[in-house]
């Protein structure tokens, strides 16, 4: 029984491969002795048939002049897909939060979110995209009046292809720094140090020389008070006392002082050489004062930030077909890096009490909803979802790819290398604690992990400059590989929506270039002397959680009950050929347990937004409210998108209706690019839209011409309802 199941599954996928492009709206084209029927009536009128050969023939010719690309092989979509997902959140987000939230224990919320909405939602937009066969604008085209989401997310990821690669940009500067002797942040005898500038191993040295200093070391050379006084009253002297005398109630408090002594106390009103360097140096924050003082270009980051640009265009002007052999490298040379920070920092003292402390459990902090709060968050950061990537990285995929074992890979490995960079992260940062005296909660912080924090680690390194070229260039390989996929799926999804673009290799490597320069240009402003006061507007509100929280939302209520999902489980099985428990699971997840966990996530983030907690600041200064007033900016322009094309979508589908009944005739009728034959006599309706992509060309069809054969430039998506659908993704029936 289950092998004939399995087989009328295969031949259901045959029919739908077959069938192409009918799969984007979600339905089967019907045919009638080799003719798409477009007129049913008794008579047969020749003017409602449309030869399926002529068809066939102009669509494989405009597939030949238009063709979308495709992954060389099945295993360059696994690798690029592990590398968008893998990228600098994994090394420095994730083990922050894991030791700010309790160590061990963060794990219980952040693998539970991960079970129950990061894959969910991870497989949801990876097999969209692969059913659908087009970008994050077109494969909404099941469901045309939630397209607005596809818009929403390909907005979101315009703003953090933006801003994402200015944090490369530092990255090159630090990584071209890094091949001078001495590095430039280990020092204080630099240009730009001031005289409160101190060498963390300075101060190290310092407290280690004073708490290993013995009463011996001090009273060395020397003769106690009381000894000089009994001494010199037996030979009568009157003043008794050398310059080699010491009183022994001033050494014991010497060395109660020194030993007690804290790098808070020696470090007081002090600023270190790494943070001098990041400040003055590579960002020239000191010579702005704020949000409202933006100064003039950084010439060198300016620089950093073209150099990264170029190489960006440069591994996607040609595609998928090249950017697909480049991750090979971007997304895997990274794991060798972490493993040797590993294996070096096991062999540092100090560095076990930092793993330690990276994996101890504390259970008691559970019962804050901030950590759920982060654990959430950190999912939609990690997994990249609704950033319209996902579901653009998938179409490039052949229709009967097993897309459900390759997201579950994914979705295991992503969270493995969080864990397993952690483990470098920590044993580094122990040992910095080690040398320091500190405890590890002060050595570090989210903010300042990769540039301040990791930098005086390396700088304590023996062979410091080594280790600071394989950082810095690890970190670059984590970023550039998501940064050139997210950019691949923008320059996709709009070509998709309007082909001529990728037409001809020229127009797409023209398009491309066009798209990194206005990148480039907005990034400008990022690369000021008071750019990271710009940046951090960015950072914060571009394609944050409000963001991804309510894309998500939508998206799940669009195709789980909208479009049902029921038929959207029967589309997937038609794909992979074969049904599962774990789509059952997933089923589960995105009909009740993603959407409560993001609305209580999205409900906390408001609440604490409201209660002062989430107002816009960097380090101490506070942002004027004009400037979280443009943050907000982002957040509205990219939600709004779904609402406003719903509006539009209605007011057409009302004009086209009330259009449809003031016709007598069955002639076609053109109506916001979309052409539909009504027929009054038949016992269902049939209706088959023809997308257009040249409405100049709409005047031929409404002037009657439906015998002739339709304008080959055209891109023509056949979409054919029955009773039981409807075209305006109303709820099956």
């Not at 003039?296 to 960006?312: D, E, K, N, Y």
């Amino acid at each position: 029984m289950e092998a004939n199941n399995e087989k009328e599954i295969r031949s259901r996928t045959d029919k739908d491969k077959a069938e192409g492009s009918s799969l984007i709206s979600g339905t089967h084209m019907t045919q009638d002795n080799g003719a798409f029927n477009l007129n049913s009536d008794a008579n047969g009128e020749q003017n409602g048939q449309l030869s399926a050969a002529n068809q066939s023939a102009d669509l494989e010719e405009d597939t030949t002049k238009t063709s979308r690309q495709s992954w060389s092989s099945h295993l360059d979509f696994v690798i690029t897909l592990l590398g968008f997902a893998v990228g600098l959140g994994n090394l420095w987000r994730f083990p922050y939060l894991c030791f700010q939230h309790g160590g061990g224990a963060f794990l219980v919320p952040y693998l539970l979110f991960m079970v129950a909405c990061g894959a969910p939602l991870f497989f949801l937009e990876v097999s969209l995209g692969q059913f659908s066969q087009q970008g994050a604008i077109k494969c909404w085209n099941i469901l045309p009046a939630f397209k607005g989401i596809g818009i929403a997310s390909t907005l979101v990821v315009f703003y953090c292809n933006t801003y994402y690669i200015v944090i490369l940009a530092w990255a090159c500067f630090y990584l071209f720094t890094s091949f001078m002797i001495p590095l430039g942040f280990s020092t204080c005898d630099n240009t730009w140090n001031t005289g409160d500038c101190y060498v963390v191993a300075d101060i190290a040295s310092q407290m280690h020389d004073s708490q290993n200093e013995t009463w011996e070391d001090l009273v060395k050379h020397k003769v106690s008070s009381v000894e000089e006084y009994w001494t010199t009253r037996q030979s009568l002297r009157t003043t008794w006392n050398t310059g080699d005398c010491y009183v022994v109630a001033d050494i014991a408090s010497q060395m109660h002082d020194s030993q007690n002594e804290t790098w808070e106390d020696l470090v007081k009103h002090k600023v270190s050489s790494v943070e001098e360097y990041w400040t003055r140096q590579v960002l020239k924050k000191n010579l702005s004062t704020g949000v409202d003082d933006p100064g003039s270009i950084v010439l060198h980051l300016a620089g950093c930030l073209f150099f990264v640009w170029t190489l960006c265009f440069l591994c996607i002007f040609k595609g998928i077909r090249v950017s697909g052999k480049i991750v090979y490298f971007t997304a895997l040379f990274p794991y060798v890096i972490i493993t040797c920070m590993i294996v070096r920092g096991a062999t540092l003292d100090g560095s076990a009490e930092g793993i330690k402390f990276y994996l101890t459990p504390d259970f008691s902090k559970l019962s804050n909803s901030e950590v759920w709060i982060d654990a959430g968050t950190q999912i939609f950061f990690s997994y990249a979802v609704c950033l319209g990537v996902l579901p653009t990285l998938g179409s490039f995929n052949d229709y009967r790819n097993n897309v459900l074992r390759d997201s579950i890979i994914i979705s295991i490995a992503n969270p493995a290398t969080s864990i397993f960079a952690g483990f470098g992260v920590f044993s580094i940062l122990g040992h910095l604690a080690y040398v320091t005296g500190l405890p590890i909660s002060k050595v570090t912080s989210r903010p300042g992990l990769v540039f301040k924090t990791y930098p005086i680690a390396i700088s304590l390194l023996p062979g410091s400059n080594f280790w600071a070229i394989m950082f810095f260039f690890m970190i670059i390989l984590l970023g550039f590989d998501s940064q050139f996929s997210a950019v691949e799926s923008f320059i996709s999804s709009i070509t998709d929506v309007w082909p001529y673009l990728q037409g001809k290799p020229v127009r797409r490597t023209v398009f491309t270039a066009i798209v990194c320069s206005v990148h480039f240009a907005i990034g400008l402003s990022m690369v000021t002397e008071g750019g990271i006061y710009v940046f951090e507007i960015w950072n914060s509100y571009s394609a944050s959680g409000k963001n991804l929280l309510l894309i998500a939302l939508f998206e799940l209520l669009a195709l789980m009950y909208v479009y049902g999902y029921k038929k959207y489980r029967k589309n997937i099985v038609s794909m992979i050929g074969y049904d599962s428990w774990v789509l059952t699971w997933f089923q589960l997840c995105w009909c009740v347990f993603s959407p409560i966990l993001i609305l209580g996530i999205f409900t906390f983030e408001t609440v604490d937004y409201f209660r002062g907690k989430g107002f816009l600041t960097l380090g101490s200064y506070v942002y004027p409210k004009w400037a979280d007033g443009i943050g907000w900016v982002f957040v509205v322009t990219a939600v709004m998108c779904i609402p406003a094309y719903a509006l539009y979508h209605i007011s057409v589908r009302r004009a086209f209706l009330s259009c449809l009944k003031k016709r007598k005739d069955k002639s076609l009728l053109v109506v916001g690019g979309k052409a539909t034959i009504q027929n009054d006599n038949a016992s269902y309706e049939q209706r088959i839209t023809i997308a257009t992509s040249s409405p100049a060309n709409n005047g031929d069809l409404q002037n009657g011409a439906q015998d002739e054969k339709p304008n080959r430039n055209w891109d023509r998506k056949f979409e054919v309802f029955n009773d039981s659908t409807t075209t305006f993704g109303e709820t099956s029936a």
